[in-house]
């Protein structure tokens, strides 16, 4: 097969920072995958339950051991901070083991049978958690597994990849397939040959996977599966009852950890009139002693948003905010943080 198109990646903090390069898949090599899906797949659905959770516990074990090096590259590649890091190791860590427990407990080649192959299509910004459950899900149960990371984050995934590999997981059960949404992601569902897919992202493409999968069955006449989790607007309604003090640290962790990348992110704050302006005042004087920078410094409360796409996104809602008469408070950023 050629070979696909290489690309730098770079760290969001600092684009001077080259983190890896990435060789992104073609439609060949996505063909050439699924081929090697479905030629595992007989093989991995028949490895007994415990031998596919020892190989899940493994997989934990080695996370475990490894979280300095992945913490690294989760801040480098994704701008995590350290917390943020260390959370996203441990619930992945959870995922394993949580699943590996499961399929140990309730499983049985006799009366739970896999789909066939899998596609696992994850985020960015989670991109080791989500990812790694997506996958273990999927493997658990018995299937191969074809995993498409988020363009941004694919050294990550690379890392999870070669963790499952190294805890067991045969090499035609879980392969990694970097690229595009249009090409990799879209080839994958289209492909007769997947018999499920897990989402996480944006409404309207899990609406345009829906779409596309809603148009065939499988062999045996059965829809396609689709697993999908996708965003939201995320409320919170504070009434006079509520401790000011808590209300203000529960909104800026809310919503501005992670940069606010998340699907729970706090989108809406509702105030009842008796409180809102002395919440407000307090909220805004909170938002001043925030620190934004570079997120490999303990100082730095909070790092970059993913890319230039991100930021143009918030910077485009924020004028279009200013434009319809809306009071828009917004702290100045240092010299250090990139336009």
């Known amino acids: 097969l050629a070979e696909g198109t290489a690309r730098d990646v770079r760290n969001p903090a600092d684009h001077r920072d080259l983190v890896g390069t990435v060789v992104e898949a073609t439609s060949e090599h996505v063909s050439a995958a699924l081929s090697h899906a479905v030629a595992a797949a007989p093989i991995w659905q028949a490895t007994p339950v415990d031998a596919r959770a020892d190989c899940l516990a493994r997989a934990a074990d080695l996370l475990e051991a490894q979280m300095h090096t992945l913490m690294g590259l989760i801040v480098r590649e994704a701008g995590k901070s350290l917390p943020n890091a260390v959370a996203e190791i441990r619930e992945a860590i959870d995922f394993l083991r949580y699943y590996s427990t499961q399929i140990r407990e309730e499983f049985s080649n006799d009366t739970h049978r896999p789909l066939g192959p899998v596609v696992c299509i994850s985020p960015w910004n989670f991109p080791l958690a989500i990812f790694m459950g997506q996958v273990a899900a999927a493997l658990a149960a018995g299937n191969t597994v074809l995993a498409k990371p988020a363009e941004q984050t694919p050294l990550i995934a ?19 397939l970097p690229g595009d949404g249009e090409t990799v992601g879209a080839a994958l569902v289209a492909d007769h040959r997947t018999r499920a897919v897990m989402f996480t992202g944006s409404t309207e493409v899990a609406r345009l996977i829906n779409k596309q999968l809603s148009q065939r069955l499988d062999s045996e006449g059965r829809p396609i599966p689709l697993i999908a989790e996708t965003g939201g607007q ?34 809406v704050l509702c105030l009842q009139d008796d409180v809102a302006e002395r919440t407000l005042e307090m909220l805004t004087g909170a938002m001043k002693e925030l620190a934004i920078g570079n997120p490999d410094r303990l100082s730095a409360d909070f790092g970059p948003v993913i890319d230039v796409e991100a930021k143009r996104g918030i910077d485009t809602h924020v004028a279009t905010m200013r434009e319809k008469g809306r009071k828009v408070t917004q702290m100045p950023m240092a010299d250090s943080c990139g336009a």
């Not at 690379?158 to 990694?176: C, M």
């Open 158 to 176: 690379a890392q999870a990849v070669r963790i499952l590999r190294e805890a067991g997981v045969p090499a035609g059960a879980v392969q990694l």
């Open 234 to 267: 995320n409320a919170m309604i504070v009434d006079s009852s509520a401790l000011a003090e808590q209300v203000v640290a529960d909104v800026l962790q809310s919503a501005f950890d992670s940069a606010g990348q998340r699907c729970s992110a706090l989108r």
